[in-house]
């Protein structure tokens, strides 16, 4: 018999444009006039100097949010040099330094101009307008190569650079590019990783809450770093330098709730999906199930993934309890431990391994 599997997890439905009648809407005798649904946009926030791993450590509710409706790595990797110039224009034109060009880290227009077409680039050949918004002179040289439509510099900070993107995406620009120095700066000061540099993880969190709020539902987003770093530097091939967070989401993504599903349903498995404790608990009085997995937020119940866990292990059920949660907080993994489950993780890799572990390699 196959192994039968039981996922208890809420689809994150992605904002969809509101008001756009169905398709499969009945037709009248005269079909109803309708507008062609706007066209999709792109918003690409970068925090400077940004380790995926600090987004562990102190609460930034905005960052995970967009990653609970999108999908995410926290293991992405940055170009070498791990550098903010080298890095951001690999990022934005999409090849290797060795290829761009720009190897230094600082704005020196006399070394050369960008000669590879950028993200902007293609943008003004599909007719469409961007802007780029940034906190350091260095960007000039993006600028330079003539291709952004609108370019903010701004020596004010985080919150200013939040201001002026806001205004960007006010107007209309179909893609902005923002750039938030101040984490790598207080990293340089203080160390990365300090008490200093988690608290302006804290405030850009905050700066990026608002231009969240003002975001469209056809405007895709992107949130990424350029580089890590470690005591007060960066810029080598270490880990610490290379990995950075890559999270997208918007109208069009898949969430990686769905990703996970999909791939759980390439295993020979019986899998069954709910989406509520209750309708979880219910169909597992009717059957057997060799595993359960969970998430743990649904709906305003932040905890749901414990209740069904305690409900479960109350009713004397010891099926093997795997909680897939957006967070993946040292302190969460030990309590999902202390109450009888036997993994909590964030990542879709170590979900799949333990179900091959216990479940068997798919066929
Ligand atoms: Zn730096």
Redesign the pocket.
């Known amino acids: 018999m196959r192994p039968a599997l039981l996922l208890c997890l809420v689809p994150v439905l992605a904002a969809c444009g509101g008001g756009a009648s169905s398709p499969l809407a009945p037709s009248a005798a005269v079909p109803p006039p309708t507008l062609p649904p706007p066209p999709p946009r792109a918003l690409i926030l970068s925090i400077?100097?940004l380790r995926p791993d600090a987004i562990e450590k102190v609460e930034v509710a905005n960052i995970r949010q967009l990653a609970a409706r999108g999908s995410y790595s926290w293991q992405a990797q940055t170009i070498t040099p791990s550098?903010?110039l080298p890095a951001h224009t690999s990022m934005l034109t999409g090849v290797a330094p060795s290829v761009h060009k720009i190897t230094w880290d600082d704005y020196l227009p006399a070394r050369g101009q960008l000669t590879t077409p950028t993200l902007f680039a293609a943008a003004k050949v599909a007719g469409r307008r961007s802007a780029m918004v940034v906190g350091k002179e260095k960007f000039l040289t993006l600028r330079d190569s003539g291709s952004v439509d609108a370019f903010v510099l701004t020596m004010r900070g985080d919150d200013d650079v939040a201001n002026q993107a806001i205004l960007q995406v006010d107007a209309g620009f179909d893609l902005v590019f923002v750039h938030f120095p101040d984490v790598?700066?207080i990293?340089?000061e203080r160390k990365w990783l300090s008490a200093q540099y988690l608290q302006k993880l804290q405030t850009v969190d905050a700066a990026l809450g608002r231009i969240l709020s003002v975001v469209p539902a056809n405007m895709t987003v992107i949130l990424t770093a350029d580089?890590g770093?470690s005591d007060t530097?960066?810029g080598s091939s270490a880990a610490a330098h290379m990995t950075i967070p890559w999270v997208i989401a918007g109208p069009r993504v898949k969430v990686n709730n769905a990703l996970a599903v999909r791939a759980l349903r390439k295993f020979h498995l019986d899998v069954e999906e709910v989406t509520s404790t209750e309708a979880a608990l219910d169909v597992m009085q009717r059957r057997h199930f060799d595993l359960v997995i969970s998430d743990m937020g649904r709906g305003d119940n932040k905890r749901a993934g414990y209740e069904l866990l305690a409900e479960m292990r109350r009713k004397g059920s010891m099926v093997p309890f795997l909680i897939f949660s957006s967070s993946d907080r040292p302190e969460f993994r030990q309590e999902a431990m202390d109450r009888g489950a036997q993994l909590s993780t964030n990542s879709i890799v170590e979900l799949l391994d333990y179900i091959i572990r216990d479940l068997g390699e798919p066929k």
Do not use: I, R, Y
């Open positions: 400077d100097g550098n903010t790598d700066l990293g340089h580089h770093g530097g960066h």
